[in-house]
């Protein structure tokens, strides 16, 4: 008789790292200025996590995305407001010491056209190949249990695998964090860094003897 079974693992470690992504720009009735000072503040923007990130407290900084657009909304009665022109720059930039996570978070969130999207709690690499021979052993083992219960209630003492499917490499949830929006000040925001949730799924057909 052949069984087939799906060994699960999951293992939940605390972030090492994340990844902030966020934007700047501005809304205005004059597309030169607005322009202007969207281009200045991304300047600032990118000195400072230039500064946030330097000596190995983080990397991959990229301020890759522009989008400009221009609307005009209604008054009360209707009426055709006056247009008005946006520019905004998105990014993101990875912090691996987390030590300057709320000092610089409490700063972005209170720069004038800027705002933090989200934070995305990883693991490091060197973690993650740590982790994911414990996490595929341990779907294996969960198979092999879950396969020896049903083999033994049809009467069978024996197992042996006969084929693996891995459903996918192990799976690394990422655990996201709300938009933060700008404040009046900049207060250090402390964050508990959010646990990542590792998963691996295995499909085994065992033969019974």
């Not at 301020?63 to 008005?84: E, K, M, V």
């Not at 520019?87 to 700063?107: F, I, K, N, Q, T």
């Not at 693991?123 to 740590?130: F, G, S, V």
Request: net charge negative.
């Amino acid at each position: 008789m052949r069984i087939t079974v799906t060994g699960v693992s999951q293992l939940r470690l605390p972030a090492e790292c994340v990844v902030v992504t966020l934007t700047t720009g501005f809304t205005g009735p004059r597309r030169d200025e607005v322009v202007a000072e969207t281009a200045r503040t991304t300047d600032g923007l990118r000195a400072r996590l230039q500064e946030a990130i330097a000596d190995g407290r983080g990397r991959d900084l990229k301020l890759t995305s522009l989008r400009t657009w221009a609307g005009a909304g209604t008054d009360s009665q209707g009426n055709p407001g006056t247009p008005q022109h946006s520019a905004e720059v998105r990014g993101s930039v990875r912090l691996d010491d987390l030590s300057v996570v709320g000092p610089l978070l409490g700063e972005l969130a209170a720069t004038r056209g800027v705002r933090v999207v989200g934070l995305d709690w990883q693991l490091t690499e060197e973690t993650i190949a740590q982790q994911q021979p414990e996490v595929i052993g341990e779907a294996f083992r969960d198979a092999r249990q879950r396969a020896g219960w049903i083999a033994s209630a049809a009467g069978y003492r024996r197992i042996e695998p006969t084929s693996i499917r891995d459903d996918g490499a192990p799976m690394f949830a990422r655990a996201m964090s709300a938009p933060m929006q700008r404040g009046g000040s900049a207060p250090q925001i402390d964050l508990d860094p959010a646990d990542v949730e590792v998963s691996a799924h295995l499909t085994v057909d065992f033969e019974t003897t």
